[in-house]
Nanobody, 127 residues
Framework: QVQLVDSGGGLVQAGGSLRLSCTASERTFSYYPMAWFRQAPGKEREFVAG????????YYADSVKGRFTISRDNAKNTVYLQMNSLKPGDTAVYYC????????????????????WGQGTRVTVSS
């Protein structure tokens, strides 16, 4: 059973930056595609960014493209989400997730494809 621990959230002003981290409990982490999702109050959870197990191929929601960067360090069992130019609309609880196997790009954006989830870290962007 893989355990994921999210961290790095906080309160930031619009235009600021935060870096989220997610550390996995097992070295098999390196085989899993990973993603960040977020859930804003009163809204459904949505895909933010994803990264293949190799760390080379990444995907982003249109709403964050050009502002957020997902990366991973397999030696540290950690995936990151660098968030720049934050907007109040980015306010949400952010969750990292790990899938058990590589799937298509379309399926990687579906939360049902992910077997393991972090506990979430809250990001609040003030205007």
């Amino acid at each position: 059973q893989v355990q994921l621990v999210d961290s790095g959230g906080g309160l930031v002003q619009a235009g600021g930056s935060l870096r989220l981290s997610c550390t996995a409990s097992e070295r098999t982490f390196s085989y899993y595609p990973m993603a960040w999702f977020r859930q804003a109050p009163g809204k459904e959870r949505e895909f933010v960014a994803g990264i293949r197990s190799s760390g080379i191929i990444t995907y982003y929601a249109d709403s964050v493209k050009g502002r957020f960067t997902i990366s991973r360090d397999n030696a540290k069992n950690t995936v990151y989400l660098q968030m720049n130019s934050l907007k109040p609309g980015d306010t949400a609880v952010y969750y990292c997730a790990a899938a058990r196997q590589e799937v298509s790009r379309a399926r990687l954006q579906l939360d049902a494809e992910y077997a393991y989830w972090g506990q979430g870290t809250r990001v609040t962007v003030s205007s």
